[in-house]
């Protein structure tokens, strides 16, 4: 912003030089505005201060005591009281000031003036009521995005391969691969040239905490979520094959159709607007974009049997079922009275099941649209719901350091033991042998996924032993 301000004094600076010589102030005209729809602050007026004013109107440098980097400062004006009269144009001292009628001259000599266009937004946006931005705006929260310290390990997503050989963990900003039979740790994945905000070289997948994750069913890409971007990594060599940016905030739930022709994507900015879309494998690109679905993050998404349509769960309580490519609307379930955290599609096409913020999981038939029941799965949050391949049954995770297995019909399978901690993540082989599970205790623990016994517990590559892995109860 500053740069931009200098660069813009020295262009300007032989018209200031003119007017200067004369030693004659002449007050620049406000131009008259003619627009059908009303000035909206967000896009008309707030950019016009931020590239003229804010630099001493804002943070630590409130000249006068005014501070325009907010509408309400903008409004509330400074030491000389209101900037802005509402309805009054002609009576704000930003228009006075602005126009060079009345002294302090705003901005000062030596700075760029406003234009008469730009006065005359000012003044039109003033006359009709010096209206405050609307949230739905363009207006964007600015997210800062931030390493995680070296100590952070929590597990936060993982997946398995699709031929059981390897499993893949999430672990802070980190991918650790490992061989799913004797436990040894492979390699990490990186993404090349990452670098901090500040310039400083990153060894890792992402900036920011990797919060999702899937490999695709024909073995070839594993992909990974994290703050505003996806990964899609050659799952074999490691090699970042290609980078998708632009979401709104962190994505935090992906998965491939069963014929890996798809991947669909989910996330959004808390309590704002979930985010859901589906790219072509392997162009990436991008083919559907359900706007509005949610009115909160989504947390859940999968795929229907046929991969004709998918299914999202939402902070917003809401189970939602659309139709691709159109992205149409089909049907919703309610009755979660928390967040949905994840939701799956059984193989049949018949049901679906979703797992929630108020420990339950919920089985809805999908032709009638209605709940068939609701199986108090947890004692906590229950955080992953995973259909395994074919077979009417689920795995789950949860707050209360429990991993199970479920059939549709509410019975309890499998319980899978050892977790010490939150678990946030659990993935699955498809013709479920091999079962993996972690958590904020930074262990993936892998299972029989048959019997439920604990294989081994796989640490993170600089705690992880050479020889053997440990056998952790
Ligand atoms: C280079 C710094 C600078 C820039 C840029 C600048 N101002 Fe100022 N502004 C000041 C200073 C210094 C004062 C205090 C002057 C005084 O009190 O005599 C002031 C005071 C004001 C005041 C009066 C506040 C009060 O109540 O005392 C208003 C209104 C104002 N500025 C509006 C603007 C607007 C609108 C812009 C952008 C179009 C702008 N300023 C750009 C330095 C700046």
């Known amino acids: ?139 964007k929260l600015q997210y800062i995005v931030s390493v995680p310290p070296a100590n952070v390990h929590p597990v936060r997503a993982l997946a398995v391969s699709p031929d059981k050989a390897a499993v893949a963990a999430g672990r802070g ?95 959004g900015e808390p309590t704002v607007e979930g985010e859901i879309k589906v790219y072509e494998v392997p162009s990436w690109k991008q083919i559907v974009d359900i706007k509005n679905g949610h009115s909160d993050t989504v947390y859940g998404i999968c795929f229907s049997p046929d991969n004709k349509m998918i299914a999202t769960g939402s902070a917003d309580k809401f189970v939602k079922v659309w139709e691709i490519p159109s992205g149409k609307f089909v049907k919703a379930f309610e009755g979660h009275t928390h967040h949905v955290l994840d939701v799956g599609w059984a193989a049949d096409g018949k049901l679906l099941a979703s797992a929630g913020g108020d420990n339950t999981v919920k089985v809805w038939n999908f032709e009638k649209g209605e709940q068939e029941r609701t199986i108090n799965a947890h004692g906590k949050q229950v955080t992953r719901l995973l259909f395994i391949g074919k077979k009417n049954e689920f795995l789950t995770c949860g707050g209360d350091n429990q991993v199970k297995a479920f059939n549709t019909a509410g019975g309890t399978i499998r319980n899978f033991p050892g977790g010490t901690d939150f678990i946030y993540a659990v993935g699955t082989s498809p013709d479920g042998a091999v079962v993996a599970a972690g958590g904020q205790d930074g262990i993936v623990r892998v299972y029989n996924g048959n019997n439920g016994t604990l294989l081994k517990s796989l640490l993170p590559p600089d705690a992880q032993p050479k020889e053997k892995s440990p056998e952790k109860k």
């Open 173 to 267: 900003n980190q991918i650790h691969v490992y061989d799913a039979g004797s436990g040894a740790y492979i390699r990490s994945f990186y993404a090349p040239g990452l670098k901090t905000p500040d310039g400083k070289d990153v060894k890792a997948a992402h900036l920011s905490i990797v919060e999702s994750m899937a490999w695709s069913p024909d073995g070839k890409y594993l992909v990974s979520g994290s703050f505003q971007e996806i990964a899609i990594w050659d799952a074999h060599t490691g090699m970042l094959r290609h980078k998708i940016g632009g979401f709104a905030h962190a994505v935090v739930a992906m998965t491939f159709s069963l014929d890996s022709k798809l991947l669909a994507v989910a996330g």
């Open 1 to 139: 912003m500053r740069s931009l301000l200098m660069l813009s004094t020295v262009v300007l600076a032989p018209s200031l030089a003119v007017a200067q010589a004369k030693k004659e102030i002449v007050p620049i005209p406000i131009a008259k505005i003619e627009r059908k729809e009303p000035i909206a602050y967000e896009k008309d007026i707030e950019p016009i201060f931020y590239k003229k004013c804010i630099t001493c109107h804002s943070g630590n440098v409130k000249e006068g005591r005014y501070d325009i980097s907010t509408y309400e400062g903008a409004v509330k004006g400074g030491r000389r009281g209101a900037a802005v009269v509402p309805g009054k144009a002609e009576a704000s001292n930003i228009i006075k000031l602005g126009t060079k009628s009345e002294k302090p001259f705003m901005p000062p000599r030596g700075e760029e003036p406003l234009t008469s266009e730009e006065l005359g937004l000012i003044k039109l946006w003033i006359d009709q009521g010096a209206k405050a931005p609307t949230t739905s705006g363009p207006r």
